[in-house]
């Protein structure tokens, strides 16, 4: 991981980091495993850790942070103009957390849905091949 990286995941709490990490690593294991994905280019943008899929441009950016007014979540962002929250929000809104049409929300004091969130990542690493 880059340096920069790296640091801009040890400025959050320690159960936020530990959270995004395993958000992470569903991100590059969800890539390594869809051909059309292709490689994630691991990035900062705002000063957080982001996922694009520069190469194949397959999917909508994911910005992986916390959340400022609930310091109990992180969220997994993806760009606004996106269909992605509204159509996870119809499909999981009772399982799910959201904010507005920008994020889904964590609480990394509960489990992990994996199931979900591994859906949510692949949708956005795939959004452009519709």
């Given at each position: 991981m880059d340096e920069?990286?790296?640091a801009a995941y040890d400025r959050f709490d320690d159960l936020v980091r530990k959270r995004l990490f395993?958000?992470?690593?569903?991100?590059?294991?969800?890539?390594?495993?869809h051909d059309e994905i292709g490689p994630v280019t691991e990035t900062l943008k705002?000063?957080?850790?982001?996922?694009?899929?520069?190469k194949s441009?397959?999917?909508?950016t994911v910005r992986l942070s916390n959340v400022k007014d609930h310091p109990d979540h992180c969220g997994i962002y993806v760009h606004c103009q996106t269909r992605l929250?509204?159509?996870f929000?119809?499909?999981?809104?009772?399982?799910?957390?959201?904010?507005?049409?920008?994020?889904?929300?964590?609480?990394?004091n509960k489990p992990l849905n994996e199931t979900l969130i591994k859906?949510?990542?692949?949708?956005?690493?795939?959004?452009?091949l519709k």
């Open positions: 920069q990286i790296n395993e958000i992470r690593h569903l991100i590059f294991d969800i890539a390594g495993d705002w000063g957080e850790p982001s996922y694009l899929t520069e441009k397959s999917g909508t929250i509204g159509e929000r119809d499909s999981f809104g009772d399982e799910l957390e959201f904010s507005g049409n920008r994020a889904v929300l964590i609480d990394v859906m949510f990542l692949h949708k956005a690493l795939t959004y452009h």
